[in-house]
């Protein structure tokens, strides 16, 4: 079992940046996509970004594209996020999460491992 530790959030003006963190409990998380997803107040849970585990292959949904940006350090067992440029309808929870599968990892539902979330808001 794999663990998904989240931390980074906050408040911030609109415009503004945060980096979050995500830390693996385990070094076997290496092997693993990781991404990121996002859920707002009413909304579904959404697809942000993730990398693949070795090339750091990038994918990102077009509503954070230019934006944000995702990074892995495999020594750390850590996962990035940084985000810049942020807007109000960036205000969501945000989530980690790890699978092996690519495809899965994207479709968000049948992922291995998910982070407990961190919130982040943009204040107009």
């Known amino acids: 079992q794999v663990q998904l530790v989240e931390s980074g959030g906050g408040l911030v003006q609109a415009g503004g940046s945060l980096r979050l963190s995500c830390v693996a409990s385990r070094r076997s998380i290496t092997y693993y996509t990781m991404g990121w997803f996002r859920q707002a107040p009413g909304k579904e849970r959404e697809f942000v970004a993730d990398i693949s585990w070795i090339g750091g292959a990038t994918f990102y949904a077009d509503s954070v594209k230019g934006r944000f940006t995702i990074s892995r350090d495999n020594a750390k067992t850590t996962v990035y996020l940084q985000m810049n440029s942020l807007k109000p309808e960036d205000t969501a929870v945000y989530y980690c999460?790890?699978?092996?599968?690519?495809?899965?990892?994207?479709?968000?539902?049948?992922?291995?491992?998910w982070g407990q979330g961190t919130q982040v808001t943009v204040s107009s």
């Open positions: 999460a790890a699978d092996k599968d690519p495809v899965t990892l994207r479709g968000g539902v049948t992922v291995d491992y």
